[in-house]
């Protein structure tokens, strides 16, 4: 069996803007972790190799030729790059890799993700059946958001491949096009089991002891409720919470309205830029916020940084009005943090038990919520006990098993490797 993921984000920094390169960056790993030969097709750095073979896991790194006129990332020229994965994708993929393997007797899954990928599923879908072999490949196109949904040849991408999505919030969604779509989760890498380091996490706290830390995450996009964010973060001002608000978002113009957002309601922001990778070079950043309310992290945060930065804060804001999944949610929980999360497609979270649940924008919800939290601290501890209980439900491997591999008739060829026994549990609140 071969494995085929296909997506405009990946791996590459180049290629990372969002939840996206998460995922299939660890759905990828986890099908190779099981024994299956995994190729992941992607719109990568253009200044890296084409392919990549890291064990039976294989890098494509596809429209680097078009890749190298839009330096500014991955979603830059994003609709030449969309037509050129449709013109030029399918044909290779079936000539190189699935035709011969397929005339040796095998069979193969093809995943693509997002609406770019939608008009390549349809191509290769003609492909393998003007050769004869569709029957011998099973290909499913994943939706992860409702982007792109009114350009989509809808009739066309259901009668090619089978569709699914993440959660059932987007199923219900989805049904407004008439699609009747599978729910596969999103899952989480082995990594994200890893114990965030204490030194590091024992640090921050120490420095930020007299503010309430919270922390946020996401795109710059009003779905992401960033004004109500501020809001809330001036009050708790008001109110005399000292709080500190560290934020990263991205790229997207909306950005501008969050930080004049910011200074209309007077609260102090500043910008840093961590002078170095990883978890020591966020913690210097956070060293010496001086009297901000607001710290704008300026640089992509790694995963090790993530885990430090959601373990440390008092509350990390993953409070959508619009959220598909809910990956930073469930990352937070993995990490041991405390996840503060919306009630969409959040299907992990259980209001009180291992998350607290937002309903609204009002910043009393959660001030009455989390301040409950603060005069009861042994419930504030079983909620991340919980909280990475549940997480480990959500593992890339547990995910498969469950979800996918019995839906295409297919059994692990191999166990993958975990963190140790009870990592995540070990840590304390």
Not at 60 to 80: D, I, K, L, M, T
Not at 397 to 415: F, I, Q, S, T, Y
Request: contains cysteine; charged residues 25%; glycine residues 8%.
């Amino acid at each position: 069996m071969q494995f085929h993921v296909v997506s405009f984000e990946g791996p590459d920094l180049y290629a990372r803007a969002g939840g996206l390169a998460t995922r299939v960056e660890g759905l990828a790993a986890t099908l190779s972790a099981l024994g299956f030969e995994t190729h992941l097709w992607f719109v990568g750095d253009p200044a890296l190799p084409g392919h990549e073979q890291r064990g039976t896991l294989h890098l494509h790194r596809w429209c680097q030729w078009v890749s190298a006129r839009h330096p500014g990332g991955v979603y830059e020229g994003e609709r030449a790059k969309e037509r050129e994965l449709a013109a030029s994708l399918p044909r290779f993929l079936l000539g190189e890799l699935l035709a011969p393997h397929l005339a040796a007797g095998g069979r193969a899954v093809v995943l693509a993700e997002e609406w770019q990928t939608a008009h390549a599923v349809i191509a290769l879908d003609a492909l393998l059946r003007a050769a004869g072999l569709r029957e011998r490949v099973d290909l499913l196109w994943n939706a992860n958001n409702v982007y792109g949904f009114h350009e989509l040849p809808w009739p066309a991408l259901r009668a090619a491949a089978r569709i699914t999505t993440v959660s059932r919030y987007m199923k219900h969604r989805m049904r407004e096009w008439g699609v009747d779509a599978l729910v596969v989760p999103n899952g989480l890498a082995e990594t994200a089991f890893e114990p965030p380091c204490r030194t590091s996490v024992a640090a921050l706290r120490s420095r930020l002891h007299d503010r309430t830390v919270l922390t946020k995450v996401a795109r710059w996009d009003p779905d992401k409720r960033w004004v109500e964010t501020i809001d809330l973060v001036a009050e708790l001002k008001r109110r005399a919470w000292r709080p500190l608000l560290v934020a990263r978002g991205g790229r997207e113009p909306y950005g501008d309205e969050v930080r004049r957002a910011m200074r209309a309601r007077g609260l102090r922001v500043a910008e840093r830029r961590p002078p170095r990778p990883g978890r020591e070079g966020l913690v210097e950043a956070l060293w010496d916020t001086g009297d901000a309310d607001v710290v704008e992290l300026c640089a992509h945060l790694d995963a090790d940084a993530r885990r430090v930065l959601f373990r440390g804060a008092d509350a990390v804001l993953a409070n959508s009005g619009h959220e598909p999944f809910g990956l930073v949610g469930l990352e937070t929980m993995a990490a041991g943090g405390l996840a503060c999360t919306g009630c969409s497609g959040e299907d992990y979270a259980v209001p009180g038990h291992n998350a607290l649940v937002l309903e609204t924008g009002d910043p009393r919800e959660f001030m009455a919520l989390f301040a409950w939290l603060r005069t009861h601290p042994d419930e504030a501890r079983a909620m991340r006990r919980a909280g990475r209980s549940t997480a480990r439900r959500y593992a890339w491997d547990e995910v498969l098993r469950r979800a996918l591999l019995p839906r295409l008739g297919l059994a692990p060829r191999a166990e993958p490797a975990r963190a140790a026994p009870g990592a995540a549990a070990r840590l304390t609140a």
